[in-house]
């Protein structure tokens, strides 16, 4: 449990940290190498993964509303053609970081297992 | 198997980022790329920009000279205080771009036809069509002579290059983050700027102001009329036509033969070959109801006893706005007013000396002429009885996601051909070459430049002289109590006879290239009434020794002057009501004639709807509803009558609403009205009131369980549309009257996109608002801040500060750039 709590914090941060320096995709890799090295545990990494970036993600964002126009999120997920509303802005954006999140997780874990 | 689960996992993982970090098509459906724009640190959720916006204290910036102030007020207007002239440019060029970057480089690639670079994914064949035309347009190409024009000339060269090293120093600070949300939608970078972009800007607006010229349609409403009934339609000057912008009776200060004078007035036959419609044009930049207000009262005139002057452009609303405000300061400028982004200078505006402003000049300088080829290899043509050879422009156009197309157009004496088989004119005969006054050299970005630093009256003709295309109505107050108006352009010198529609080509006889100069434009100078003005009507009365044409206004520039000539004692909050003034005069000419002409049982079930247009006092108010009853009944009027257009394959130019309502009024009788479908012959009277019958009908079933829906800003729902489009980033049913042919021209689609007022009472006091905000960003505050006091009728004082103490002590907020 540790270990779990360990690793989902520091991919947390890790990759919050990076992504002010490289494009979004780093959020594919940092799970995958936190989990490869600490929690080489498939079920658990991808929960680890996904409730990283997924939090993350949410928090930012959180962040981000706090200061800004809602009205203007609203918007955007109308041109995303989502129903105009910013929750679903919201929603779309925590459940596809933490998708991708979750599957780095997992992928990292599955090759930390195929060491002999 | 341990290897098998790890590559599915992995190859799901990679699979899944990649398509997101990817635009994409699915069917004919465009698919940004959705991880990219929903990441919370970098996407979309980055461009929210927090409403108190907090602008970095101190930034470095390679290329400046010296130390540039800029002082953001509570609008966002930057306010830009540098040591030099070019620093100032430069820091202008900075501040524009990072405010509307994306608009200016969108605008500049619709303007070179290079939209398929970027939009060919999400619009498809549309785009490229919109590019094909451009080229053949000879967008690109005209640019390009003018911007070696610019760089010919060591000022207008040093203030283009500045601005655009401006533009390129901010483009290189940017990252993915903090590029404006359009790139991230459509998943491009911004380029470099340069000069020619600039040159781009320019012409763009000269399209969007001359491309309306109507000779297609004319010439074709000869072959649907006959010619007395076209001439009268479309006559040069209407009968009656009154208030031209150099009032009637002023002497011209200069000679012309009379025989180059308004002599033959009737199109020349249009060639035998031809026996269809000429073909449908497309003009992409232009809305209907394209034009503008300045006037300009002199002190005797004025409460104050000073000069003041106003201008109300008229033009598409978009947001990001067209305009851009900005306070411009050097040893040697201190301006203010609305710029244009991706031009250097401020485009309507004033200092401390002078104001001026701009109206469109509306005279038709593009002509049309039919090419007669050898034979289809198109590489000769028929010229002065010889044949002449071709040359071929090979014009690449590059298309994301696809193999390039070269076009080639095919050049001629005449000017380039625009129409031809491969586009446009699938069945149609000829070819046509286009001839425009923008492809004269000129320097417009010069007259700019030297009418933001003019002090009087000498220096404004001389910014003036510069000024080639798109022909304006400049007009000017001077804080010595001169006031003045100019239409400057380069117009041609029209041989006897020339009307406009098709010229006949394949002759020097009817082709010209010939300048009238710029002397000789319309002028005038503290005329005795007090006043100059002009709203896009004839420059002048028929007495000018020059031919001209054009689509020009006969309802707003008369509502103007009556009220300038009515009153004295002018101030500010009068110009301000004066500018908003919704009075229609359109309906009060036509709406008790067409009452004349209906009975009492054409109202039968809706006397409710006659009474609100008996007690109409004319004025076209937001929340009125006479306005709606009249628009439809017109609306629906004009189509009834000019049903001789239905199914006409080729351009349409219906007459204008002058013409029809003298129509209306002298020749009731006119077999023009005769509907061709009916058996019976109707006249006037009859298609007004079947019109009013169709009227009627839509009202009831628009007005259907909604009773507020004929409110007048219901009916017509204003709004102010963003540039590509998107819904959710425009504004609808703007709570705002007027009309176009108003003076408040607030229509559907365009409306008066910069008021301003300057007085120059203690010193200058100068009001002003457009209808959008500093910023182009849909996630500032800023980004349409200002639509609604625009609606309402209210203004901003424009901070013109003396200095930058005077500017830091008006509590804005300062920024320093440095090298």
Sequence with gaps: MKRFLITTILTALAAFGLEWLLPWWIIAIVPFVFCAFILPKPGQAFLSGFLAIGLMWAGTAAWRMSEGNPEFVAALAEVITLPPRASWFFMATVFAGALIGGLSGLSGALLAKMRP | ?819
């Design chain 2, 1 to 819: 198997m341990k290897f098998f689960k790890f590559f599915l996992s992995a190859a799901i993982l990679t699979a899944l980022t990649v398509l997101l970090n990817n635009s994409f098509k699915v069917n004919t459906t465009f698919v940004p790329p959705l991880g990219k724009l929903v990441d919370p640190v970098n996407g979309l959720w980055a461009n929210m920009e927090p409403a108190e916006l907090q602008f970095q204290k101190a930034l470095k910036l390679e290329g400046l000279d010296g130390e540039v102030h800029i002082y953001w007020d509570e609008r966002l207007v930057p306010h830009v205080f540098a040591q030099t002239t070019r620093d100032m440019f430069f820091a202008q060029g900075f501040v524009t771009a990072s405010m509307r970057l994306w608009q200016m480089d969108f605008q500049t690639r619709a303007a070179a036809g290079r939209l398929s670079e970027v939009l060919y994914p999400t619009m498809g064949e549309k785009v490229l069509k919109f590019d094909r035309l451009q080229r053949r347009n000879g967008m690109l190409a005209s640019a390009r002579a003018s911007a070696a024009e610019m760089m010919k000339d060591p000022l207008t060269a040093m203030v283009a290059q500045a601005y655009s090293d401006g533009i390129n120093a901010y483009i290189a600070r940017l990252s993915y983050r903090n590029l404006p949300l359009e790139y991230k939608l459509l998943n491009y970078r911004p380029e470099k700027w340069s000069p020619l972009k600039s040159a781009l800007l320019l012409k763009y607006m000269a399209q969007m102001l001359t491309d309306n010229d109507g000779d297609l349609g004319i010439a074709n409403a000869y072959k649907l009329f006959d010619k007395e009934d076209a001439d009268f339609l479309y006559a040069r000057f209407p009968q009656g036509t009154t208030d031209p912008i150099v009032p009637s009776g002023t002497p011209w200060n200069f000679d012309v033969p009379r025989d180059s004078a308004a002599s033959g007035d009737s199109l020349p036959a249009a060639p035998a070959a031809v026996a269809g419609f000429y073909p449908e044009m497309e003009n992409p930049l232009y809305f209907e109801g394209i034009g503008s207000n300045n006037w300009a009262v002199t002190g005797a005139k004025s409460k104050s006893g000073k000069p003041i002057l106003c201008n109300d452009p008229h033009l598409a609303l978009n947001l990001p706005s067209i305009w851009f405000e900005i306070q411009l300061c050097s040893p040697e400028y201190n301006v203010y007013g609305a710029s244009l982004p991706g031009s250097p200078c401020v485009i309507s505006g004033f200092n401390s000396n002078i104001a001026w402003g701009v109206t469109n000049g509306t005279r038709d300088v593009r002509d049309w002429y039919e090419v007669e080829w050898k034979d289809a290899s198109k590489s000769e043509y028929k010229w002065n009885g010889a044949w002449e050879r071709t040359e071929f422009e090979q014009d690449t156009i590059y298309i994301k996601g696809k193999d390039p197309l070269v076009e080639r157009i095919p050049i001629t004496r005449m000017g380039r051909v625009v129409y031809e088989d491969s586009l446009m004119t699938e069945g149609f005969g000829r070819d046509l070459a286009m001839n425009w006054t923008a492809f004269i050299p000129a320097n417009e970005l010069k007259t700019f430049i030297l009418m933001n630093k003019a002090m009087n009256h000498a220096d404004y003709i001389t910014a003036l002289d510069n000024f080639g295309c798109p022909a304006q109505n400049f007009v000017f107050a001077c804080a010595n109590g001169d006031i003045a108006i100019k239409q400057q352009g380069a117009h041609l010198k029209y041989p006897a006879g020339t009307r406009w529609g098709i010229l006949k080509g394949g002759s020097s006889e009817s082709f010209t290239s010939e300048v009238i100069p710029y002397s000789q434009n319309p002028h005038v100078l503290n005329p005795a009434r007090g006043f100059v003005s002009s709203a896009n009507q004839h420059p002048t009365d028929s007495t000018y020794p020059y031919i001209y044409d054009g689509m020009f206004e006969h309802y707003r520039n008369r509502r103007i002057n009556y009220l300038l000539t009515q009153n004295s004692g002018m101030d500010v909050e009068f110009m301000k009501t004066m500018q908003n003034d919704n009075y229609n005069t359109i309906a009060s000419e036509y709406l008790p004639l067409m009452l004349s002409y209906v009975t009492p049982a054409d109202w039968s079930g809706h006397e409710d709807r006659l009474n609100v247009l008996k007690s109409w006092n004319y004025f076209n108010d937001a929340e009125q509803v006479a306005p709606a009853i009249f628009e439809s009944w017109l609306r629906h009027f004009k189509a009834m009558t000019y049903d001789e257009w239905d199914g006409v394959k080729g351009e349409k130019q219906l007459p204008g609403t002058y013409s029809t309502w003298l129509l209306l009024k002298n020749r009731p009788f006119s077999k023009v009205f005769d509907m061709k479908n009916t058996a019976a012959t109707e006249d006037g009277k009859a298609i007004c009131r079947l019109s009013l019958a169709r009227a009627l009908a839509e009202l009831d079933s628009l007005s259907k369980g909604q009773a507020d829906a004929l409110q007048w800003y219901k009916f017509k729902n204003t709004s102010v549309q963003h540039i590509l489009q998107l819904k959710p980033f425009s504004r609808f049913g703007i709570r705002t009257g007027g009309n176009y042919s108003v003076i408040n021209a607030c229509s559907d689609r365009w409306g008066p996109s910069w008021r301003m007022i300057v007085s120059f009472e203690d010193g200058v006091k100068a009001y002003g608002i457009y209808p959008g905000g500093q910023s182009g960003n849909p996630g500032s505050a800023y980004y349409a801040s200002m639509i609604e006091d625009w609606a309402g009728g209210r203004y901003y004082e424009l901070k013109f500060f003396k200095n930058a103490d005077e500017a830091a002590a008006a509590g804005t907020q300062h920024q320093k750039y440095f090298h």
